[in-house]
């Protein structure tokens, strides 16, 4: 059975016996409405740490809009039960009065530009609330070893990029993005698409996989134009697909060097965002 823990202090009475003996500790973050990919990653901290704890917090200041912060799925009852059948020790649901009630580090946090482009231009205040959240739940669990989804690549390279600029004492494990069988990348917000948009957001993984096999033997951009023609003659709406390097995110306009092939766009009202890791040879 997984404990629930509702409050910093029922966290601390839990945890003081595992700090106290130096055990390691597997910390996986999310915002709850949990499907396999959330497993793997709870699955990765099991295999790998004495003890597991999963957090369940819908942040409400990593949400640029706030009909999307409404209408964030949320299934508690089914999230436990996940947790449980992967072993997961405790479940921590923080309240947003204990995570923030700290002072704030994320203005001291150098992220580099890295949250200048992509999710960073389009959602303002996203990648700000994200580093807030993470960093408080960092100082809540006090974790060996936190895991996040290569799915949201940009979020992966600023969590490194904050636990780097503030030293912090937590190594930081990039997990693959699970997809559906058909390839649509698993996410809580596929809860929101009608029978209609989930088929028609398959085209998202159609145009990286098009990106994929292609980049190396044409012209970037011509194989980003047609993928982003796929899109185009889909119900979705674009906001970017962009070939960036895996570390700065910066655009690159050659196929000498490994890239990541980005993609944001609306599918109905959810926004879906999904990415490919191309290896140079
Ligand atoms: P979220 O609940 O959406 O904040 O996600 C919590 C964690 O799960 C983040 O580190 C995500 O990157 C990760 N995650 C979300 N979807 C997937 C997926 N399809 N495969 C692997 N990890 C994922």
């Not at 796929?230 to 490994?258: E, F, G, M």
């Amino acid at each position: 059975m997984s404990v629930i823990l509702s409050s910093k202090a029922q966290l601390e009475q839990s945890l003081n016996p595992y700090w106290k003996r130096g055990a390691t500790i597997g910390f996986v973050p999310t915002m709850g409405a949990l499907h396999a990919g959330h497993c793997s990653l709870m699955h990765a901290a099991k295999a790998a740490n004495e003890v597991v704890v999963l957090s369940i917090f819908v942040n409400p200041r990593q949400f640029n809009d706030s009909a999307d912060f409404d209408k964030y799925p949320r299934t508690l009852t089914e999230d436990i039960k996940c947790a449980e059948t992967e072993g997961v020790d405790f479940i921590y649901l923080p309240s947003y009065d204990e995570l923030f009630s700290g002072q704030s580090v994320a203005s001291e946090v150098q992220l580099n530009g890295l949250d200048l482009s992509m999710e960073g231009a389009s959602r303002p205040g996203h990648f700000r609330g994200v580093v807030e959240v993470v960093y408080a739940l960092f100082e809540h669990v006090n974790p060996s070893n936190a895991y996040f989804g290569q799915k949201d690549f940009q979020q992966l390279a600023i969590i490194r990029a904050m636990v780097s600029s503030l030293k912090l004492p937590v190594s930081i494990v990039s997990c693959p993005t699970l997809r559906e069988i058909d390839g649509l990348a698993m996410s809580s917000r596929n809860l929101r698409l009608s029978q209609s948009e989930r088929q028609e957001a398959l085209v998202l993984y159609k145009a990286l996989s098009f990106v994929k096999k292609h980049w190396k033997n044409r012209p970037s951009m011509e194989v980003l134009d047609q993928a982003k023609q796929l899109i185009a003659a889909s119900t979705l709406r674009l906001d970017y697909l962009l070939l960036v390097d895996p570390d700065s995110l910066l655009p690159i306009a050659n196929n000498a060097q490994s890239a990541v092939v980005c993609v944001a766009a609306y599918c109905g009202e959810v926004r879906l965002i999904d990415n490919m890791l191309l290896l140079a040879d």
